[in-house]
């Protein structure tokens, strides 16, 4: 629809179309309405000027005066020419040249009726059209005095012809029913105009409504966490939100797309969900970002055309759900643990420390205290490892730079555990990366690591650090490679289960509570390889542009 400038917006416009939703375009409609009506005003005075010009008027237009229907018509075509230019120009006010516009017509249309023999010539019939137009933009007052106006004007012309000109006293009742024909007919315009402004207004408020409702649901629909896609029945992208773009790493315009086109990925897991034909969640790789995503389809409507749905769940922000529910549970059990082991086992350690000052213990008594102390400790360490699983902080990730944090973290496990140049390496694929994780939680994992990785090595260099980005997705990641024997591969398998270990010496919870935190991070911990040439975990983190999942 054309928009009003604001200097064609008079201030002026009649009472009828204030208090409508949107006043502007009903004062829009009714100024080209106006014009509307002004040209037929000008296509009926040129045609009778036309016509009484050339001397073609009907036979019975012709009984009478015909130069007064010449300047008549002129008469009328140039004032109404003249009321265009006031109406393109939006000059005077539309009331005032409503107003303007009836009266020209009332008189013009009277005089023709004159020269043309009064009520029977037949221009009566274009004072009723004249009335009806002019109401269809008036309040009802106005068009009861408008018909008012055109039946004085008739019966005025009627009595004067009557008296002057010697018409039929028939004339009277020919001109009461003209007069009542402009009444009914303006109050009939008038009442239509009004339930059609109503109706207008009605509907442009709906309208605003769904407007407004549609805007709602786009965002909503763009701010979820979920991502939601929508297709059509030949399998187009019809709607794509933002968590969507961003699991799929879209990044450009795809309404319209084929999904395959879109995601091989997602086409894929549609097609097996069509042969299922059942609705369950299904994990798929993603294409974009090397992670995955759990994936839902439900169809819109039954029969042909219809559309599907998809969900999108991001799986690393639901596995990181259940992470903390885990964790909730843990905490209450840990606390239990605490209670009902640890003050025996400090009770049983105490007493072993006071036995063994005994001077009368011999050396097979010592042997069995030195076992009883050894493994009070290794139970104490595994309450205190999985205590720490359930008591610690929820991760607060921020994003930094790896390389000076690493930097800083290789320089302090050289020195703690007194390396020598050499022992450690570190190579950077790419120099500039920056990484989203919980700084205190990457140094507990990182040092589990390395710990493990310095108990098993056996060549310089002892320990080496690989950084990098991953592949399409360009996700982050370190890698700490050993220099051991590697292992086989039933035990790596089973290295991040809770208190599983290939030694005698370790809880078995280590690799487990460093998984645990990256999880924490929306970051991977996995065994990447494992050979005769050593082991290489690999730490994949979140992508650092990825908001963190709050708890």
Same mark, same amino acid.
């Given at each position: ?12 416009a009649?009472?009828l ?6 006043? +502007?375009i009903?004062?829009?409609?009714a ?10 005003r ?10 009484s ?12 005066d ?5 300047? #008549? ?5 140039a004032?109404? #020419? ?15 040249l409503?107003?303007a ?8 249309l ?23 137009g002019?109401?269809l933009?008036?309040?009802?007052r ?32 020919q %001109?009461?029913?003209?007069?009542? %024909?402009?009444?009914g ?15 207008e207004?009605?509907?442009a ?11 709602l649901?786009?965002h ?5 966490r979920?991502?939601?896609?929508v297709?059509?029945?030949?399998l ?12 799929l ?12 086109t879109?995601?091989p ?12 034909s059942?609705?369950?969640?299904t ?16 169809n819109l409507g ?15 922000e ?9 964790l909730a549970?843990?905490g ?11 003050n025996?086992?400090?009770?049983i350690?105490h007493?072993?420390q ?18 009883i ?19 610690r ?13 690493l930097?800083?973290?290789i ?15 570190c190579?950077w ?29 056996q ?11 991953h ?6 990641y ?6 051991? +024997?590697?292992?086989?591969?039933a ?8 208190f ?17 935190l ?34």
């Open positions: 629809m054309r928009r009003i400038r604001p200097s064609r917006v008079r201030s002026d009649p009472s179309f204030r208090g409508l939703p949107d006043r +502007t009903a004062l829009e409609r100024w080209r309405a106006l014009r509307y009506f002004n040209l037929y000008l296509i009926i005075a040129g045609l009778f000027a036309v016509l010009g050339f001397g073609r008027l009907p036979p019975n237009f012709t009984q009478f015909e130069k007064q229907i010449l300047w #008549t018509s002129v008469t009328y075509l004032l109404a #020419t003249v009321f265009h230019f006031y109406v393109e120009r939006r000059a005077g006010g539309l009331a005032l409503r107003n516009q009836v009266l020209l017509d009332i008189v013009a009277t005089f023709l009726m004159h020269a043309s023999g009064g009520v029977a010539g037949g221009f009566g019939i274009l004072l009723v059209i004249a009335i009806a002019a109401c933009l008036a309040s009802w106005a068009a009861v005095a408008f018909a008012a106006l055109s039946t004085f004007a008739v019966l005025g012309e009627t009595f004067y012809g009557v008296l002057r000109y010697e018409y039929s006293v028939a004339s009277y009742t %001109a009461g029913l003209l007069g009542a %024909a402009c009444f007919t303006a109050i009939l315009a008038s009442w239509l105009a009004e339930q059609a402004r109503r109706s207004a009605l509907a408020a709906r309208a605003r409504d769904l407007q407004t409702m549609a805007e649901n786009e909503i629909v763009q701010r979820m979920s991502g939601i896609v297709l059509d029945d030949t187009r992208v019809l709607l794509l939100n933002q968590a969507a773009e961003r699991m790493g879209i990044t450009g315009e795809v309404d319209g797309q084929p999904l395959e879109v995601s990925a997602l086409n894929g897991a549609r097609h097996a969900w069509v042969a299922r059942e609705n369950r969640k994990p798929i790789e993603l294409d974009g970002r090397g992670g995955q995503a759990i994936v839902s389809f439900t039954v029969g042909v055309g219809e559309n599907t749905l998809v969900f999108l769940e991001d799986a690393a639901t596995q990181q759900r259940a992470q903390q529910i885990k549970s843990l209450r059990l840990t606390a239990s643990i605490a209670h009902e082991i640890r025996p086992l400090g009770a350690s007493a072993g006071l036995l063994s000052e005994s001077p009368d213990l011999g050396r097979e008594d010592r042997r069995l205290l030195e076992i102390e050894e493994h009070s400790r290794r139970m104490n360490a595994i309450i205190k490892n999985v205590m720490m699983i359930g008591r902080e929820l991760a607060v990730a921020e994003s930094f730079e790896l390389r000076p944090w930097t800083s973290f320089a302090e496990l050289v020195e703690r555990r007194a390396l020598a140049d050499g022992d450690v390496v190579e694929n790419d120099p500039d990366i920056i990484v989203r994780m919980d700084r205190s939680q990457l140094h507990q994992v990182l040092w589990n690591l390395c710990e493990n990785a310095l108990r098993y090595s060549r310089a260099p002892l320990l080496r650090f690989v950084c990098g980005r592949g399409q997705s360009q996700r982050p370190v890698d700490i490679v050993d220099s051991g +024997t590697g292992m086989a591969d035990v790596a398998e089973q290295i991040f289960e809770p599983f270990t290939s030694g005698g010496g370790g809880t078995g919870l280590g690799l487990y509570i460093a998984r645990e990256c999880e924490a991070n929306q970051a991977t911990l996995a065994l990447a390889a494992h050979g005769a040439d050593g082991c290489t975990f690999r730490i994949l983190f979140a992508h650092p542009d990825r908001q963190q999942l709050s708890a």
